[in-house]
């Protein structure tokens, strides 16, 4: 079992910048591939970045890039981050970090999932 805990959410104004950190713990070396993927209320589960343990991959939804970036930010690849600037009313949701061994951008092929945190852009 690979356990995620998020943190750094919050509420900004619009433009404005948040980052969002997942740290791992467990059998974390059962999985290569971390992840973000954020839910609004009455909209499905959706993809928004990706990284590899290796970081040679990362991978954006287009609605986020050049704004959004993934990154690995700790020597043992066990805390993944996501820098959030120019932030816009349409990316408030409750934004979830996930784990999983060559997944894909849908949330099934995901195998372990943390509890979520909240993310407000004012506009």
């Known amino acids: 079992q690979v356990q995620l805990v998020e943190s750094g959410g919050g509420l900004v104004q619009a433009g404005g910048s948040l980052r969002l950190s997942c740290a791992a713990s467990g059998r974390t070396f059962s999985a290569n591939t971390m992840g973000w993927f954020r839910q609004a209320p009455g909209k499905e589960r959706e993809f928004v970045a990706s990284?590899?343990?290796?970081?040679?991959?990362?991978?954006y939804a287009d609605s986020v890039k050049g704004r959004f970036t993934i990154s690995r930010s700790d020597a043992r690849n066990t805390v993944v981050s996501l820098q959030m600037n120019n932030l816009k009313p349409e990316d408030t949701a409750v934004y979830y970090c996930?784990?999983?061994?060559?997944?894909?951008?849908?949330?099934?092929?995901?195998?372990?999932w943390g509890q979520g945190t909240q993310v407000t852009v004012s506009s």
């Open positions: 996930a784990a999983g061994t060559r997944p894909n951008s849908n949330s099934a092929s995901w195998n372990y």
């Open positions: 990284i590899t343990w290796s970081s040679i991959s990362t991978t």
